[in-house]
């Protein structure tokens, strides 16, 4: 059965400190896979990575795809408390992994 | 403004009863789909529809019915036969479904069963 892990589960940082966030994906299709934050309500989109476009950055924030590894890391330096929400990555935009919920502490 | 709405924003239900949750969408958007979201699950796929009159079931399909007679609407049912159907739902929209597509997100309803 194809699915999506993400770790850790939850993760509690300062500001200022720079975090990893895991997603590896055990599917027989690959084709996207994408990175969201959900703060209250609705997800809002952060990146799409394909095998043609492994790795993407934007301002404090970039992602990388391992196709090898089946797995891709969301990377936050400096982080602010801003940054506090839940992330989800997904496979193909249908299948979402659990989330991890960073709480930034000032 | 262009984006996706959700009504209501919170829904009490009696066992046994049937309700209706609206998603609409003003994108022009082709793609709409319903997740559901437990604490813990992460978003799970109920139903999708790449095209207006047409609709496909996701992995939690059963008990909920879609229709899509509107390509900017996609109401979504709880039936009695869902068992379980407190939860949050969020409706999203896509250019089209194909795989290379970012989804845009509602504001979710919140249904609590009583």
């Known amino acids: 059965e194809d699915k999506v892990v993400q770790s850790p589960l939850s993760l509690v940082v300062h500001e200022g400190d720079t975090v990893t966030l895991n997603c590896s994906y055990e599917v027989t299709n690959f084709r996207s896979l994408l990175w969201y934050k959900q703060e209250k309500k609705a997800p809002t989109f952060l990146f799409m990575l394909t095998s043609s476009g492994i790795e993407k950055k934007s301002g404090r924030l970039s992602s990388i795809l391992d196709k090898k590894e089946l797995s891709s890391i969301l990377n936050i330096t400096a982080t602010q408390t801003g940054d506090s929400a839940i992330y989800l990555c997904a496979w193909d935009q249908f299948y979402f992994g659990t989330g991890t919920s960073l709480t930034v502490i000032p | 403004d262009g984006g996706i709405t959700q009504s209501p924003k919170y829904l009490f239900r009696k066992e046994g009863q049937n309700v209706t949750l609206s998603c609409e969408q003003n994108?022009?958007?082709?793609?709409m789909y319903w997740y559901r979201q437990d604490p813990g699950q992460g978003l799970r796929l109920i139903y999708y529809s790449q095209i207006v009159n047409d609709f496909q079931k996701g992995d939690i399909a059963e008990g909920y019915s879609v229709s899509r007679e509107k390509k900017e609407s996609f109401p979504l049912t709880v039936t009695s036969a869902q068992k379980n159907p407190t939860a949050f739902y969020l409706c999203a929209s896509s250019t089209s479904g194909a795989p290379y597509n970012e989804q845009f997100f509602g504001p979710g309803t919140r249904l609590t069963v009583l």
């Open positions: 994108l022009n958007h082709d793609a």
